[in-house]
């Protein structure tokens, strides 16, 4: 397949090109960056040398001839008209923004005070989360790439809201991430003096990932969800832990069960003990571990990824994979870097 990737130079996109650059199936024909247009790679992450590719300037008209699949790695608002233009070609696309994330545009709108570009696309986009939407996802012509925390959260709470074990309300998940979360850029509270040996949350009550782990989480539910979600922020390049309480009386037999439907999934392991962010970080992998609290009815989950692979390029690359007939897993077997 022939394969463009626009917005090549942030975190998820560098993330995006080096998985691809490895994948036996695809060719590289368009690097797309504005501001690095005309430069190599190289010229920007020095790592890409043994395999290097010129940066491009966007046109639409020569990607549509060229590519097969495009990825869009884009901010929010900005990947909306670049996706339509797209759309109206042969081409199938993969964005990674959150503009085609969501089935309703007044919640994008609420959520991202922004007003939504291509609403007449929201219908046609699948939600790309392989373990909830696969089948839906090896049809689409439009895929909306789930953000990082919500991959973390939706992983470890829809099995057991579908089955009905956990309580509906009350649900809190308390999620921290690596730098790498916040994209490439020099804004003050990531310089290296700010985050070094400090540990915050930010975004209390009003993170925009909040909706979005909402309106999947009451399709599992077959109910409407509302939850706290709190995002922490790391002094660690990469990885997510969530750490997620919501009140039960089921069994651990039940919850064991509940959770087998993951025992196929190449990609989420749960796991006896809890996991960290070290077993998971350089991978595609969801680990989910879990304890009942018996003495307050509570069940508690950790669920971990590397944002941009799991949370970003690596759930992208698993996309095309579906949608493409590939082996679902080609590219994305790395087996992560503990150290």
Same mark, same amino acid.
């Given at each position: ?7 090549? #130079? ?13 994948? /036996? ?10 501001? &690095? *247009? ?51 070609? /042969? ?22 005070? #922004? /007003?939504? !570009? *291509? ?44 089955? !009905? ?26 310089? &290296? ?9 930010? !975004? ?15 399709? *599992? ?15 660690? /390049? ?10 039960? #009386? ?16 190449? &990609?989420?392991?749960?796991?006896? !003990? ?37 949370? *970003? ?12 007939? &590939?082996?679902? #897993? ?10």
């Amino acid at each position: 397949m022939n394969i463009s990737v626009i917005g090549a #130079t942030g975190y998820a996109g560098a993330e995006l090109m080096r998985i691809l650059s490895s994948h /036996k199936e695809v060719d590289i024909k368009h690097a797309i960056s504005k501001s &690095f *247009a005309g430069q190599k790679m190289s010229d920007i992450y020095e790592s890409f040398l043994a395999c290097d590719y010129t940066l491009e300037a966007l046109d639409i008209d020569a990607i549509c001839a060229d590519s097969d699949i495009v990825f869009t790695c884009l901010p929010h608002g900005t990947s909306a008209d670049v996706v339509s233009r797209l759309y109206e070609s /042969k081409a199938r696309v993969i964005d990674l923004s959150a503009d085609f994330r969501y089935y309703d545009a007044a919640l994008y709108e609420k959520w991202y005070n #922004t /007003k939504h !570009g *291509a609403k007449h696309l929201l219908e046609q986009s699948v939600y790309g989360m392989p373990e909830l939407y696969r089948e839906q996802i090896k049809g689409a012509k439009l895929i909306g790439v789930p953000g990082c925390y919500p991959t973390s959260a939706i992983l470890a709470l829809a099995p057991l809201l579908a089955a !009905g074990l956990i309580e509906s309300s009350g649900i809190i998940v308390d999620s921290k991430s690596g730098t790498t979360g916040a994209g490439r850029s020099t804004k003050l509270p990531l310089l &290296f003096c700010e985050v070094d040996e400090n540990f915050k949350a930010y !975004g209390l009550a009003t993170h925009r990932h909040t909706s979005e782990i909402e309106q999947e989480l009451s399709i *599992a539910a077959d109910s409407e969800i509302t939850l706290s979600f709190t995002p922490h922020l790391l002094p660690i /390049k990469r990885g997510i832990l969530s750490t997620i309480y919501a009140n039960t #009386t089921a069994s651990e037999e039940q919850i064991s069960k509940a959770y087998e439907v993951y025992n196929d999934e190449p &990609f989420v392991q749960v796991v006896d !003990g809890l996991p960290e962010i070290k077993h998971v970080a350089g991978s595609n992998n969801c680990a989910i571990g879990y304890k009942i609290d018996k003495r307050l009815n509570r069940i508690i989950i950790v669920s971990c990824i590397d944002n941009l692979i799991k949370g *970003a390029a690596g759930q992208a690359v698993q996309n095309m994979n579906l949608m493409c007939g &590939f082996d679902e #897993t080609e590219g994305l077997n790395q087996i992560g870097w503990y150290l």
